[in-house]
């Protein structure tokens, strides 16, 4: 086929995915921002702003933590700061390795860059230990041998006060001891915990003796069969971020009833540098379940194809669908940060990767629902290549030539015997434009005796009417999308729904989320017909198609080497349009 190579390059050259974010000065200011304007002029931390972002390795992070990464590094960067990248792996029975590198990776993919400070909170477990041991000493921690029910029980309600241990009043020594013992493993699982002795009547129930250590024989992914005791989040998390000099600890809305007790044991260990807990509202999204039980639930039970289904709401998947990380970045840009749960349309995402998409991607031809079109005055022999813009918004992708011949495929849905009203594609005896070629008149149509299909639709062309030639002004009503039958490459295209059709799906107690899944909602088209130069497309390169929506050549196990398109997304911006009416 003839065609410039130097153009070529331009039209299958998958850009982006590398870039490495600038964050810019001039963003909107955000509460936090606010905080920490405060804690400079105040120069409470000596001026430094140190965050970290502190996923628990125990599945595939999700657009949720997207919103976390962009806010953590970004008022670092904006700050002149630090972000740390730190697994809260203090929970071995649910971690394992593979989310380790998955992280690693999306987190990177975003654009983010914890240079050499890559942590792990059972780093700290020795650390973590002697602290603990400092709390005993001091008569603020104490072995406690109730049952996890006991516990339960004597914690009281929200109306109740709890009621103390009978262990509560252990002299330290003896504290001490048993605590040495449960290390060395001399007492079964869940027998005895460390608890904080703090305040059994408090308002919150967090601060009524909260347990700091549990008994627990599991292989941990890190520290192998080395302990047989692991501490607890709460207890783990602030020393965690202290230990790292942590000035500013950004979470989630739920750990609010969770400060004082994070407060509680900086002050009572009493390291160097007191961060200051920070939190904000999570991102829920509609028309999904976000949570990773829930999403771990879906990939083990078989409900979609991996964490990196290009349904699923987590990065790998979204990265897999074909979403650029400067729509991902957009995104958590646009929705903002702030004091109170909401929840934000699935239309904003799939905006932000249109406007991303606009401009950049090339935009060719492909017929998803192939049927023959003959034009029954075009020589048989001739192929014409058609000098066409790669994207008419950025003359700097260049061109291509697309061939034309005399037997196209069109969609079969863009051509109706009988018309419905307003019907403005091809019809018999109407005229319709071909994208970038000629205008054609349908003169008749070959079926299919027995079941009537139409397979074979007859037109004539104008060899006058050609676009870009001195006659290309006439106007017709309708533009169809074509591709030449001879050239044409075979490839699957995958339409997806989302998972489900319910904004809310997490919604009434007592249904399980998985019956509100869309069955439907991957749609395998396994015989269409894309122009030549889709052929050469790249793993994760992405096109515009024509009239069809954004696409992306799938990451992962193409059938029998036959190209697998994703579609990113339709056209139709229900979100745009909502912004324009209201
Ligand atoms: P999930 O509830 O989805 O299992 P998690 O909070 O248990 O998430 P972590 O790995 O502990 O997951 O989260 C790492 C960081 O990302 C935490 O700081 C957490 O607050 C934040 N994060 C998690 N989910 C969201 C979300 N939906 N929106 C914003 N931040 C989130
Ligand atoms: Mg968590």
Not at 35 to 61: A, C, K, S
Not at 203 to 228: A, E, Q
Not at 523 to 543: D, I, T
Request: aromatic letters at 10%; charged letters at 30%.
């Amino acid at each position: 086929m003839v065609a410039n190579s130097r153009e070529d390059d331009k039209l299958n050259t998958c850009q982006g995915d590398k870039t490495q974010v600038q964050e810019s000065t001039n963003q909107p200011a955000n509460f936090i921002q606010s905080i920490i304007n405060q804690d400079l002029e105040t120069n409470v931390y000596n001026g430094r702003v140190h965050t970290r972002f502190p996923p628990e390795p125990n599945g595939y992070l999700h657009i949720g933590h997207a919103k976390s990464i962009c806010l953590n590094f970004g008022i670092a960067a904006r700050n002149g700061g630090l972000c740390n990248l730190r697994f809260d792996d203090t929970n071995p029975s649910k971690e394992e390795v593979e989310y380790v590198d998955s992280i690693k990776d999306d987190v990177k993919w975003l654009g983010f860059d914890w240079g050499n400070r890559e942590y792990y909170a059972s780093d700290y477990f020795e650390q973590l230990f002697e602290y603990a041991v400092k709390l005993i000493k001091i008569g603020k921690a104490y072995v406690c041998d109730l049952s996890a029910d006991e516990i339960r029980e004597y914690r009281g309600t929200l109306t109740e006060p709890g009621k103390n241990s009978p262990y509560r009043d252990r002299p330290a020594e003896e504290n001490l001891d048993l605590f040495m013992r449960m290390r060395k493993g001399e007492f079964p699982d869940g027998s005895r915990v460390l608890r904080a002795k703090i305040d059994m009547a408090s308002s919150n129930l967090n601060m009524r003796d909260p347990v700091l250590y549990r008994i627990m024989r599991t292989t941990h992914h890190r520290t192998g069969d080395d302990w047989c005791i692991y501490p607890m989040y709460d207890y783990a998390h602030p020393l965690s971020d202290a230990i790292e000099g942590i000035t500013h600890s950004i979470c989630t809305l739920e750990f609010e009833d969770h400060r004082p007790l994070y407060d509680w044991t900086i002050e009572n260990v009493d390291p160097e540098v007191h961060p200051k807990q920070i939190e904000f509202a999570r991102l829920n999204l509609t028309n999904t379940v976000m949570s990773k039980r829930k999403l771990r639930k879906l990939v083990e039970e078989g409900y979609v194809d991996g964490w990196d289904d290009p349904r699923m709401p987590t990065i790998s998947g979204l990265r897999r669908r074909g979403y650029t990380p400067e729509a991902l970045r957009d995104f958590c840009e646009r929705i903002g940060v702030a004091k109170s749960n909401s929840t934000v349309d699935i239309a904003l995402l799939e905006h932000c990767i249109r406007e991303d998409l606009k401009a950049k991607s090339p935009r060719v031809m492909a017929v998803l629902n192939p049927v023959k079109l003959v034009i029954d005055n075009y020589p048989k022999d001739k192929v014409e290549y058609l000098e066409t813009e790669n994207n008419p918004e950025s003359p700097e992708l260049g061109t291509r030539k697309l061939p034309f011949s005399r037997e196209l495929y069109i969609e079969r849905d863009d051509f109706f015997e009988v018309p419905p009203p307003k019907f403005f594609r091809l019809t018999p005896g109407k005229e319709v434009r071909l994208k970038n070629a000629y205008i054609i008149k349908c003169v008749d149509v070959v079926k299919d005796k027995a079941s009537g299909t139409v397979t074979e639709i007859h037109c004539t062309y104008d060899p006058d009417s050609k676009s870009g030639g001195p006659n290309s002004g006439r106007k017709v009503k309708g533009t169809l999308h074509w591709v030449s039958a001879d050239h044409a490459i075979q490839a699957e295209v995958r339409l997806y729904e989302h998972l489900f059709p319910d904004e809310n799906p997490e919604g009434e107690e007592g249904i399980d989320f998985q019956s509100r899944l869309d069955k439907n909602s991957l749609q395998r088209l396994v015989s269409c017909m894309l122009e030549p130069e889709l052929g050469k497309a790249k793993p994760g390169c992405r096109y515009q198609f024509i009239r069809l929506g954004y696409f992306c050549a799938d990451t992962g196990r193409w059938k029998d080497g036959k190209p697998v398109f994703n579609r990113i997304v339709s056209l139709k911006d229900s979100w745009a349009k909502v912004r324009k009416n209201g």
